[in-house]
């Protein structure tokens, strides 16, 4: 099993272009998560989808839309780019029944210049 | 929404020693506390996790503690090594959300 795969793993735009992060899951998960991750400020709930069909606002969802293609794919949309969108995006995956933790992929590095 | 808040912010021991990160959090409502250890450049990754029905939980080395009362819970690693140097990440869940402290810069010194 591969996990939590994320694509691309290293992107750099400039101010007000779009791009489309991939996220997919192999292992069955419901829920699926964006998170962001800045220096000093830990990880930031983007967007997340408690099931297939469902999508919810998290802490900074702010500039982004997402979509829940399958019930293993979720995508996040960066419609125009911002410099202050410059993070590392983390995409996770969990069974979202009782006590189940966060599978996190390998991250996307995004700059915006 | 939860607050979750984590101290240190960084942390030096000399290897063999103990070393313990803090965590506070706001609602009580949240019922699940995972904690994740994330080296340069990687994905954070679970380490151990507890229920809020239960007190302490151990896995070798690694302990954490829980008191809902006062609204906080610890890590615990004990006889540390050079390996267990990276970020320390504690989290709360409430809701299938998760929420994370701003987390801890462990350096075990040889």
Request: proline share 4%; net charge neutral.
């Amino acid at each position: 099993n591969a996990g939590v795969t994320q694509t691309p793993k290293f992107q750099v735009l400039k101010t007000g272009q779009s791009m489309t992060l991939q996220c997919a899951q192999d292992m069955n998960h419901n829920s699926m998560y964006w998170y962001r991750q800045d220096p000093g400020m830990g990880l930031r709930l983007i967007y997340y989808s408690a099931s297939e069909g469902t999508t919810d606002k998290g802490e900074v969802p702010n500039g982004y839309n997402v979509s829940r293609l399958n019930k293993r794919e979720f995508s996040l949309r960066l419609e125009s780019a911002a410099p202050s969108q410059t993070s590392v995006y983390f995409c996770a995956s969990s069974e979202g029944q009782g006590y189940s933790p966060l599978h996190f992929g390998n991250g996307t590095r995004l700059t915006v210049t | 929404g939860e607050n979750v808040e984590q101290h240190p912010s960084t942390l030096s021991v000399q290897e063999g020693d103990s070393a313990v990160i803090k965590c506070t959090y706001s609602d009580s409502a949240s019922n699940y506390f995972p904690w994740y250890k994330q080296e340069l450049g990687k994905r954070p990754q679970l380490i151990i996790d507890i229920r809020s029905n239960v007190g302490e939980k151990k896995d070798q080395r690694i302990a954490v503690t829980l008191n809902k009362t006062a609204k906080h819970f610890s890590l615990h690693i004990t006889e540390t090594q050079p390996e267990d140097s990276a970020v320390y990440f504690c989290a709360a869940s409430i809701y299938h959300q998760f929420y994370f402290g701003t987390g801890t810069s462990l350096t075990v010194i040889p």
